[in-house]
C-alpha cells in the first residue's frame, strides 16, 4: 500500500499531535463544556498543565494572578477557581463578600478558620496526633476535663484555649497593660544612641549603603533595619523576657530572616532537605525555644503571663516536646507577622513626607511632658498619627484571609462544597474604588481626618473583625505609636541625598508583592530608605 508518509513519521507526528489534542479537548471540557453543564459550579480560571494548573503563577505574583482572574471573568463578582498541585481552591473576587466571611456574616455558614489553624499547627511542627488532640474539646469524665481547672477554666480544647489566651493575653487591661511597659522600655533602650552603633541598624540592608565614618551625635542607618530590629527585639522581650538571647544572640536576626521566608513553610513547598532559605532561621529559633521550655518554671519568672499558661496547659496534655515548641512557635509567629513592616511603612511615610514628619513632631510632644512617655496620650489625643496609621494599613494590608468552607454555601448563585479552602483577600476591600474614590492608589491621611467615619466603614478591615478580629490590635498602635514617638523625641531626621538620583531624593520603596503574604509585607529587596539620625540636644 503506498503511504504519503513513511510509518516513522507518521508516528512521530501522531505522537507530537495526539498530546496537543487531547490537551485542547481537556481545556474544552474543563473550562468550556463543564461550567454550561454546572453553572452553579464556581469557574476554575483557565490553565494549561493539568494537575499543576495555577502554581507558576500563584508564587511568582499572586496578586496579578487575582486581578488578571477578576478580569478574565469580566469582574462579575462571583467566586472563582484555581488549582494548585491538584488541590482546589475558591477565591472571592467581591468586597462586599470579603467582609462579609471577615464579619462571620449568617451566610457564610460559620466558615472554618479552625481547620486552616490545625493545618498551619502540623506546618510549625505539631504532631498530627497532638493536632487531634488540640481540636478535641474535652468533656465531663474525659482524662483532661479538670473540675476547678485554673490554667483552663473553662475546658476549652487546646486551639479555643489558645484563642482564649491571646484575648486574655492582648486585651485584659492588666496582662496588656503589663506586656506594654515592657514593650516600650525594650523600644527605649535599643533606640538610644548608643545602641545605635549595633550591627543590626548601620549594617547594609539589602545592599543598601551605609556609611561607617560618623560624627560623634549622628547615624546613617537603613531605617527598614532599624524598625524591624527595634521591633523584633522588644516582642521577644515582652513574650519571652531575656531568655532567648542567652541561647540564641543572633535570634532578632533569625526572626527577620524567618519572617521573609515564612511564606515557604506557610504554603507546604518542599523545604528542598532543608535548602530553602526558610530552614536554616527555623530550626535556630526553634532550638532557642526548645532550651527556653526545658527551663525550670522558677527560671522563666520574666516569660509573658500566655506562655505561663500555654506551656502549663501542654504539659497537662503530655504534649510531646516538639508539639510544644510548635504551638509556641505559631503563637510567637501570630505576634510578628505583621508588626514589624506595618511600624515600617508608618515610620516611611511619615519621614519621606516632611510636611507630615512636622505635623507628627509636634503632634507627639505633649506625650512627653512629664519626662516619660505618655502611651495613652499617644493612641487617644493624636488625631494625625491615626490617620498616618489608618492609612498606612489600608495600603499595606494586602494579606490572604484563609478559611474552609464548613456546609454547602451559595454566594452569588455559585455553590461552595464543604473542605474546599477560600481564599479572601483583602485588598480587594482597601482598593475598592467604589469606597475610597479615584485617589484610592494615593497615599492620602487626610482622608481619615476629613471623614471621620472611615475607618468604621465595611471596607476597612485591616485587623480583620468578627470572630478572628486580631487581638492584638490594641498592642500594635501602642507599639507602633511608641517606636515614632521615641524617635522623633531623641532625633532629627532627614533623609539621605541619593546621589544617583537627579533631584537627589530618595526612590520611595515599592513593596514585595509576589510572594503569597503570610502577613503585613516588606519592601522588595534591595530596596529601603537610608536615613541620618541626628541627636537632639537637651
Ligand atoms: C499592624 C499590625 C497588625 C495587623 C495589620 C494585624 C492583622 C491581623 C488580621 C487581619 C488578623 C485576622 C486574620 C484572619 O481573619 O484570617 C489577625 C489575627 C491575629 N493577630 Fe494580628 N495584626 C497585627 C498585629 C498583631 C500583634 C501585634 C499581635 C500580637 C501581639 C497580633 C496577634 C494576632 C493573633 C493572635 C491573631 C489570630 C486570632 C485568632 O486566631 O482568632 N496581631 N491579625
Known amino acids: 500500500m503506498n503511504t504519503f508518509f513513511p510509518t516513522s513519521l507518521s508516528t512521530a507526528i501522531f505522537a507530537a499531535t495526539f498530546p496537543a489534542a487531547a490537551l485542547l479537548i481537556w481545556r474544552l471540557w474543563m473550562f468550556t463544556i463543564r461550567p454550561w453543564i454546572w453553572p452553579s459550579e464556581p469557574k476554575t480560571v483557565p490553565y494549561w498543565i493539568p494537575f499543576f494548573g495555577h502554581f507558576y503563577s ?25 488549582q494548585l498541585c491538584g488541590v482546589t481552591i475558591y477565591c472571592l473576587s467581591n468586597p462586599e463578600h470579603v467582609t462579609g466571611i471577615l464579619d462571620g456574616a449568617p451566610w457564610t455558614h460559620g ?61 485584659e487591661p492588666n496582662n496588656l497593660g503589663k506586656l506594654s511597659k515592657v514593650f516600650v522600655n525594650s523600644i527605649q533602650r535599643t533606640l538610644q544612641f548608643e545602641q545605635l552603633e549595633f550591627d543590626f541598624c548601620t549594617k547594609e540592608y539589602n545592599s543598601g549603603l551605609y556609611s561607617a565614618e560618623q560624627p560623634e551625635s549622628r547615624r546613617e542607618v537603613s531605617l527598614y533595619s532599624l524598625v524591624a530590629g527595634t521591633m523584633v527585639e522588644a516582642t521577644l522581650h515582652a513574650l519571652f523576657g531575656p531568655y532567648l538571647h542567652r541561647v540564641e544572640p543572633d535570634i532578632v536576626n533569625q ?36 532550651a527556653f521550655i526545658r527551663l525550670p518554671e522558677e ?36 505576634s510578628i507577622a505583621n508588626e514589624q513592616n506595618a511600624c515600617y511603612w508608618f515610620v516611611a511615610h511619615m519621614i519621606y513626607d516632611k510636611s ?59 455553590l461552595l462544597q464543604p473542605g474546599v479552602p477560600v481564599m479572601v483577600p483583602m485588598r480587594l476591600l482597601h482598593t475598592n474604588k467604589e469606597a475610597w474614590g479615584s485617589t484610592v492608589d494615593v497615599f492620602d491621611p487626610s482622608r481619615f481626618i476629613r471623614k471621620k467615619t472611615l475607618a ?10 468578627g470572630p478572628t478580629y486580631c487581638p492584638g490590635r490594641i498592642l500594635a498602635k501602642r507599639e507602633t505609636y511608641a517606636f515614632i514617638a521615641t524617635l522623633l523625641h531623641r532625633y532629627s531626621i532627614e533623609l539621605l541625598h541619593d546621589r544617583g538620583r537627579l533631584d537627589g531624593k530618595q526612590q520611595f520603596p515599592l513593596m514585595e508583592v509576589y510572594r503569597p503574604p503570610t502577613g503585613v509585607k516588606g519592601p522588595l529587596p534591595g530596596m529601603d530608605l537610608h536615613v541620618g539620625l541626628q541627636v537632639k540636644k537637651e
Open 58 to 82: 500563584f508564587f511568582s505574583d499572586c496578586h496579578q494572578l487575582i486581578d488578571d482572574s477578576v478580569r478574565y471573568f469580566a469582574d462579575t463578582k462571583e467566586p472563582f477557581a484555581f
Open 111 to 171: 466558615m472554618d478558620f479552625t481547620h486552616f489553624i490545625s493545618e498551619i499547627m502540623q506546618k510549625f511542627g505539631v504532631s498530627l496526633h497532638d493536632v487531634r488532640r488540640a481540636e478535641y474539646s474535652p468533656q465531663p469524665g474525659d482524662e483532661y476535663y479538670i473540675e476547678g481547672n485554673r490554667v483552663n477554666p473553662k475546658n476549652l480544647s487546646l486551639i479555643h484555649f489558645v484563642e482564649d489566651l491571646y484575648k486574655r493575653q492582648f486585651l
Open 255 to 290: 526572626v527577620i530572616q524567618f519572617n521573609a521566608h515564612a511564606w515557604i513553610l506557610f504554603y507546604g513547598l518542599p523545604d528542598l532537605f532543608g535548602l530553602a532559605p526558610v530552614c536554616g532561621p527555623r530550626d535556630r529559633i526553634k532550638a532557642a525555644f526548645r
Open 299 to 334: 527560671q522563666r519568672s520574666e516569660q509573658c503571663y500566655a506562655f505561663e499558661n500555654l506551656l502549663k496547659w501542654m504539659e497537662v496534655l503530655n504534649m510531646e516536646e516538639e508539639s510544644r515548641i510548635g504551638l509556641l512557635f505559631l503563637f510567637f509567629f501570630a
Open 356 to 414: 507630615l514628619l512636622e505635623v507628627a513632631t509636634h503632634e507627639i510632644a505633649p506625650a512627653w511632658e512629664s519626662g516619660e512617655l505618655d502611651v495613652d496620650f499617644l493612641i487617644s489625643k493624636c488625631p494625625t498619627l491615626d490617620a498616618i496609621f489608618n492609612e498606612t494599613l489600608r495600603q499595606r494590608t494586602n494579606t490572604f484571609g484563609w478559611r474552609v468552607v464548613k456546609e454547602k454555601t451559595t454566594i452569588c448563585g455559585k
Open 456 to 465: 468604621r466603614q465595611p471596607s476597612y478591615r485591616p485587623f480583620a473583625s
